[in-house]
């Protein structure tokens, strides 16, 4: 499969590519846990169907250390035993938070309450940024059908 365009190539999808990738940077500094972020990353690029992103979130993970086995039930994370409970929360803001088109009001008090539960503001406020974040760039991909697969751990930096 061919892109139909070079994100990085042309000069106005670079240079918002560029700004989105520092955001994701600064997040990387955050306290939330840097296992919550790629699960959160992998999770909601699994919902938008963007398979550079899923390349490149469960790569990374792996790469860090998550194991295979959580790895292969992110998409299935209800039903497994293998995530903590602060980690679920985050998981259901996070799908909740892509899919908000699919209810009125978009995230609910419910899973709002429940997440702040388990994260501080400062945390909630990564968790905000990160699926906002990674829901942009998964657009990005789909929309220009870049090709996944080849993706190596730590290779955008």
């Known amino acids: ?65 998550e194991s295979p086995t959580r790895l292969n039930l992110v998409a ?18 996070a799908e909740q938070g892509t899919r908000v088109a699919d209810t009125a009001g978009g995230v609910t008090d419910e899973v709002w309450a429940n997440a702040a539960k388990h994260y501080s503001e400062d945390e909630l406020a990564a968790l905000v940024s990160l699926i906002s974040l990674i829901n942009a760039l998964n657009r990005f991909n789909v929309i220009t059908r870049q090709p996944a697969g080849d993706y190596q751990p730590g290779q955008h930096g």
């Open 1 to 65: 499969m061919d892109a139909r365009l070079n994100l990085f190539g042309n000069p106005v999808t670079g240079k918002s590519l560029k700004h989105l990738v520092a955001g994701g940077k600064a997040l990387a500094d955050s306290t939330l846990p840097a296992a919550t972020r790629e699960l959160v990353l992998l999770r909601v690029s699994q919902i938008n169907g963007c398979a550079v992103c899923v390349d490149m979130h469960t790569k990374d993970a792996a790469h860090a250390g």
């Open 76 to 93: 299935a994370w209800r039903e497994a035993t293998v995530f903590t409970e602060a980690e679920r929360a985050a998981l259901e803001l």
